[in-house]
């Protein structure tokens, strides 16, 4: 069973805040996943690196005072890894539904700290093994020298995370956030 721990730097490329109504803002968010994997239970003889992915989704900012506000997003995320073993190489992509709640306070007009909790629902985790060489048993139906399998069954259907992060508005409806997400 693969158990894993992600620790990921989402970096938003674009927020719009699309309407608003007194203190609450609804928006649009995408942006970049870098994430790693810790892989429990097992001892990994290969190289485990990080592939790049995105987020994307709707947010609702609900203003408190001047100083601070609260962020409730709704993301599409995918995430992935890379792992190379040698005789074989996988790509790997692990897609959720993840559910940021952020605090944020602005010490500043346009520049902001947030902190909060996440969590996250598998969608989907499959992996493309791809076997180097001849290394692979052909007598074996389900597995070819280039695959793809399901890891669902063995992935976390439910991930906790806490976040921190840094925002910069540009206006009232563009910002930028990057924020460090530990699950």
Known sequence: MISKKHLYL???LLSIY????QNVRFGLKG???????????????GDLSYKPGFHIGALINSTISKEFSIQTEFLFSNQGYNYDEGTYEMVGNINYFAIPVMV???????????????VSFLMSHKAEISMKGDEFD?????????????L??????????????LGYKINDHVFFQDAIILA
């Open 10 to 12: 989402s970096i938003v």
């Open 18 to 21: 699309t309407l608003s109504a």
């Open 31 to 45: 942006g970049l996943n870098i994430s790693t994997l810790t892989v429990r239970g097992i001892n990994l003889k």
């Open 104 to 118: 944020m306070y602005f010490p500043t007009k346009k520049f902001s700290v947030q902190a909060g909790a996440q």
């Open 138 to 150: 052909p007598l074996d139906p389900g597995f070819t020298k280039n695959t793809t399998v399901d």
């Open 152 to 165: 669902n069954d063995s992935t976390q259907s439910v991930e906790l995370g806490m976040n921190v992060g």
